[in-house]
């Protein structure tokens, strides 16, 4: 049997977890703390794994190994959720307040569908109430 699932990250999240911790919220870290302690995976969503490799082709985050390591240490770390018909279709449910970005759209979409609270810093993605969420 798998280990359960209650929290998604967020792809800047996920960025911060790896090389700059201080960023994350007292509340955000706890969350993740208690995930781990109690045998819960953290979640991302397919489309991180695009926005990662995007990020760091930009050279907006800086790595010490390879591109391929550090994804490959992603997918060790994290569940990493399908973006599915059904998570397609959630993105057109979400309010005209959520972010219009495809990427917002399909982590929400994927934490909605999934029945996850999500990991973000995100102020606007907080603000639309559209989706649970821990900052």
């Known amino acids: 049997m798998g280990r359960s699932l209650l929290i998604l ?14 960023r994350i919220s007292k509340a955000a870290q706890a969350a993740i703390d208690d ?8 979640s991302i969503s397919d489309f991180t794994m695009f926005e990662l490799v995007m990020i760091f ?10 591109l391929e390591s550090f994804l490959f240490e992603v997918e060790q770390r994290f569940v990493i959720l399908p973006i599915t018909r059904d998570v397609c279709v959630r993105t057109l449910a979400l309010p005209r307040k959520y972010p ?14 999934n029945g996850l609270t999500l990991v973000t810093a995100d102020r606007a993605i907080r603000e639309s109430g559209a989706v649970p969420t821990i900052w």
């Open 35 to 42: 995930a781990r302690q109690n045998q819960q995976a953290l």
């Open 100 to 113: 219009r970005d495809p990427a917002d759209l399909i982590i929400g979409a994927t934490a909605v569908v």
């Open 57 to 66: 082709r930009k050279k907006r985050v800086g790595l010490n190994i390879s």
């Open 9 to 22: 990250i967020d792809t800047h999240v996920v960025i911060w977890l790896a090389f700059e911790q201080e």
